[in-house]
């Protein structure tokens, strides 16, 4: 794991980070989490999100932002996105 275990400065979250925290993604996916500079608790909040552990905040959900955002809007891209024909 990266030298800063719980995203508070430092070097970023490494590819086993992100392998780790999101399990079997594609390696695309992994590339471009990395590439958002996403740190590791904006990456964890947007698991959370995706696997839909929000709703369980009830009032204390707030909106994802940032890298937070950046990293779900790639969880929940379609596998085959860019590979369809028009």
Not at 4 to 21: I, K, M, Q, T
Not at 36 to 57: C, F, P
């Amino acid at each position: 794991m990266s030298s800063d275990p719980h995203g508070l400065g430092g070097p970023g979250p490494s590819y086993e980070d992100v392998r780790h925290l999101c399990g079997d993604v594609a390696d695309w996916k992994i590339s471009a989490i990395l590439a958002t500079g996403a740190t590791l608790d904006e990456i964890n909040a947007a698991i959370a999100w995706e696997a839909g552990e929000d709703d369980v905040m009830g009032g204390a959900r707030r909106p994802l932002v940032g890298g937070a955002a950046a990293v779900y809007d790639i969880l929940i891209a379609d596998e085959d996105y860019g590979d369809e024909e028009r």
